[in-house]
């Protein structure tokens, strides 16, 4: 499973969520839902945006991480 690491970027940075938002050129709300949910599913285009406003690769917002911290989706881990 991927997780994003978006927020812990950007607070490294300084970077506030709606700054980040108008120099990544995406809806504060799609920003609000990643802050949130590192695990969401989005879009490479918005990966990239993200990336370039911060000012680092797109390989550096995301990390694989085992399937059991997925919570409680229910599903055995085998």
Known sequence: ????????????????????????????????RIYRNPLAIITTETLDKLAKALGVSAPELIESIPD????????SSN
């Open 68 to 75: 059991e911290f997925e919570g409680n989706s229910g599903k």
């Open 1 to 32: 499973m991927i997780r994003l690491r978006i927020k812990e970027i950007a607070k490294e940075k300084g970077f506030s969520q709606g700054e980040l938002s108008r120099r990544a050129n995406i809806d504060e709300n799609t920003l609000k």
